[in-house]
């Protein structure tokens, strides 16, 4: 069965898509840590990160970088986290999150709550940064 990751990549799900190339998607994540948290997933379904073919391990992080550059202009913070966790969907994934401190990456904290419509400018914003 695909993840919902893949069936976002298929256009099955929506998503607030801020960046997307032949081999990459970028989308706010909809659990928000932080406005401007976005997600980088590359379009083949692999679970663990570190079982990604090496073209598309390699490739991830400058995607991301270009990516993060964006969530930075629009989204006030001292600067851009990165996690790689991987529990919560079987999908390979980086977490791109605008921060101030460490407390900021605590994923046991309470998630925002955004509106479509919020999420919606919010993925704007970066897009067109």
């Not at 991301?64 to 851009?80: E, G, L, T």
């Not at 991987?86 to 046991?108: K, Q, R, T, W, Y």
């Amino acid at each position: 069965m695909p993840s919902i990751f893949t069936r976002i990549i298929r256009g099955e799900i929506p998503c607030h898509k801020v960046a997307e190339d032949d081999h990459f998607i970028a989308f706010l994540d909809i659990n928000p840590l932080r406005e401007g948290h976005t997600l980088v997933i590359p379009k083949v379904e692999v679970d663990k990160f570190f079982d990604l073919p090496i073209d598309l391990l390699s490739g991830i992080m400058p995607f991301s970088q270009s990516v993060a550059r964006k969530i930075a202009k629009v989204v006030p913070c001292d600067r851009i986290g990165v996690s790689v966790i991987g529990l919560e969907v079987p999908h390979a994934h980086v977490h791109l999150i605008p921060i101030n401190s460490l407390g900021d990456m605590d994923f046991s904290k309470p998630k925002l709550k955004f509106s479509p419509e919020e999420f919606n400018v919010i993925a704007e914003r970066i897009k067109n940064a």
